[in-house]
């Protein structure tokens, strides 16, 4: 679904991705974890353009993102992107934030998104909070809602960057759990997370960066085995140990 080709990426001077070669296939889960600065969430936003590459090719399901026919707001409405905060509109009721890509980018009228927006609500188990504005709910529930806002244009993808990390600990498994649902219903997801738990369980692969390059690229089996590289063994022994 996605191949990453010799992808680099500088920021100015500073390169923070070197050479990053990687498959993520249809229907599977990908885990990316790595130091803080590894480049992570840089890696993540080039899938949508949102970080631009100075080298290498990323193909989107066959296709360059970056050939010169590639709207890149249809690449966008393709790709669900969903964050730490949940950047909800606050000002907009829950079923209002989740029928707003309808009406901005499909231009669908308020009577034709409700309904859609309502079943995407009931996926998630929110329909209750429709008419809540974000402040009257919690944060695993914006996490939620924010996830569903992202879904409801049928992306090909999902991508979450670090989507539980902003929530108090005893939201976080409720998130936790919509994804393991949304994985086990096939959905192509790349995720950035810590929860090696989620991911142990979770992912087919997962990638470990350093320093902007892929050091490793495994499955969750051989990730967490006494084979794993160093590098990983000592990164995995700070996660618990800060758990
Ligand atoms: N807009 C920017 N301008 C300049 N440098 C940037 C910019 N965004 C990120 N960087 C740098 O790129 C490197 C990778 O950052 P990135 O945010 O991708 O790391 P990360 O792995 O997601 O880290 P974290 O775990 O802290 O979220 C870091 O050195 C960071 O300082
Ligand atoms: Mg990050």
């Known amino acids: 679904m996605i191949e990453f080709q010799n992808v680099s990426k500088w920021f100015g001077a500073l390169q923070v991705l070197r050479d990053v070669n990687a498959t993520v296939a249809k229907g599977t889960t990908?885990?990316?974890?790595?130091?803080?600065?590894?480049?992570?969430?840089?890696?993540?936003?080039?899938?949508?353009?949102?970080?631009?590459?100075?080298?290498?090719?990323?193909?989107?399901?066959?296709?360059?993102?970056?050939?010169?026919?590639?709207?890149?707001?249809?690449?966008?409405?393709?790709?669900?992107f969903v964050f730490q905060q949940f950047n909800l509109f606050p000002h907009l009721s829950v079923v209002e934030n989740v029928m707003l890509p309808l009406l901005r980018i499909r231009e669908r009228s308020r009577a034709q998104a409700r309904p859609v927006a309502m079943q995407m609500l009931e996926r998630v188990g929110l329909a209750d909070k429709a008419n809540s504005l974000?402040?009257?709910?919690?944060g695993g529930q914006s996490q939620r809602v924010a996830i569903a806002r992202s879904?409801?244009?049928?992306?090909?993808?999902?991508?979450?960057?670090?989507?539980?990390?902003?929530?108090?600990?005893?939201?976080?498994?409720?998130v936790l759990k919509l994804l393991?649902?949304?994985?086990?219903?096939?959905?192509?997801?790349?995720?950035?997370?810590?929860?090696?738990?989620?991911?142990?369980?979770?992912?087919?692969?997962?990638?470990?960066?350093?320093n902007g390059t892929l050091t490793f690229d495994a499955e969750p089996a051989q990730f967490f085995s006494d084979e794993a590289h160093q590098d990983v063994r000592n990164f995995l022994s700070a996660v618990r140990k800060n758990h």
Request: net charge negative; proline share 5%; glycine share 10%.
């Open 30 to 80: 990908t885990v990316l974890c790595g130091p803080s600065g590894s480049g992570k969430s840089t890696l993540i936003r080039t899938v949508n353009r949102l970080e631009p590459i100075q080298k290498g090719q990323i193909t989107l399901a066959g296709r360059d993102i970056y050939a010169k026919d590639v709207d890149v707001n249809v690449l966008r409405s393709g790709i669900g």
């Open 134 to 138: 974000p402040a009257d709910i919690s």
């Open 151 to 174: 879904l409801i244009l049928k992306p090909e993808v999902l991508v979450l960057d670090e989507p539980t990390s902003a929530l108090d600990p005893e939201m976080v498994g409720e």
């Open 180 to 210: 393991r649902e949304l994985s086990a219903d096939g959905i192509t997801m790349m995720c950035v997370t810590h929860e090696m738990g989620f991911a142990r369980e979770v992912a087919d692969r997962i990638w470990f960066l350093r």
